[in-house]
């Protein structure tokens, strides 16, 4: 029966990857991703890099793509598949299942008899809050919000924003909650990453790429 490990990614700067996450995407048989084609990206620039222990009978890493809309349909398959063969289960970026795939798998994988192995890494919320300068006694990860949705107090909120939708929410937080402190951290751990305060993000002009993490403390008044 193999194993399946659960492995941090880089969420920019490639130089983030521990040694250990290296050393399992270069060996397992099997990666399961959601994006094949930037999970290969990534796993050629470590052969590359780091080179690779070459493994009886197999020349490459063979890849599965799983998303949010078919981890249902898929999970029985990479079960039996783990089940003759260490996998490794990577995210686009960052820490799978959190916001990302990967919640059933592991599941099922768990009741399976499979052992399950945590890989850490980054995790886009955990790098946000911990340069941010809002209090971290308390926090709450949203990821992306839900239709309904409060901020807690005396907590910091994370929560997960396409960069389409970015401005409307912060709007929304600082209109909702006037007494909030937001900071809206984007391009992390990229040459042009940026930590900004609500009212200053929504002054900005340049065009917003890729996700961003908003931060929202909210104070008892």
């Not at 990857?17 to 060996?27: G, K, S």
């Not at 995210?91 to 499979?114: H, M």
């Not at 992390?188 to 917003?208: A, N, P, R, V, Y």
């Amino acid at each position: 029966m193999g194993i399946l490990y659960v492995v941090a990614t880089p969420i920019g700067n490639l130089e983030d990857i521990t040694l250990r996450a290296i050393r399992i995407l270069l060996t397992v048989p099997l990666v399961i991703c959601e994006d094949t084609r930037r999970s290969g990206q990534l796993l050629k620039i470590l052969r590359d890099k780091y080179g690779r222990d070459e493994l009886p009978g197999r020349d490459r890493t063979r890849l599965i793509s799983m998303r949010d809309w078919n981890e249902g349909q898929s999970v029985e398959k990479i079960v039996q598949d783990i089940m003759m063969t260490d996998a490794a289960l990577i995210s686009d970026a960052g820490t799978p299942l959190l916001s990302d795939p990967g919640f059933k798998l592991v599941r099922a994988a768990k009741e399976a008899g499979i052992q399950v192995v945590p890989v850490p890494g980054p995790f886009a919320a955990a790098t946000a809050v911990s340069a941010a300068g809002l209090p971290t006694n308390k926090i709450f990860f949203y990821g992306f919000l839900p239709k309904k949705w409060e901020l807690l107090p005396e907590t910091t909120n994370v929560i997960y924003e396409s960069p389409q939708r970015a401005k409307a929410t912060v709007a929304l937080i600082l209109e909702r909650y006037q007494n909030a402190e937001v900071v809206v951290a984007r391009e992390l751990t990229k040459i042009h990453e940026k930590f900004e305060k609500g009212e200053d993000f929504l002054k900005i002009e340049e065009k917003i790429k890729g996700e961003v993490t908003i931060l929202a403390y909210l104070p008892v008044s």
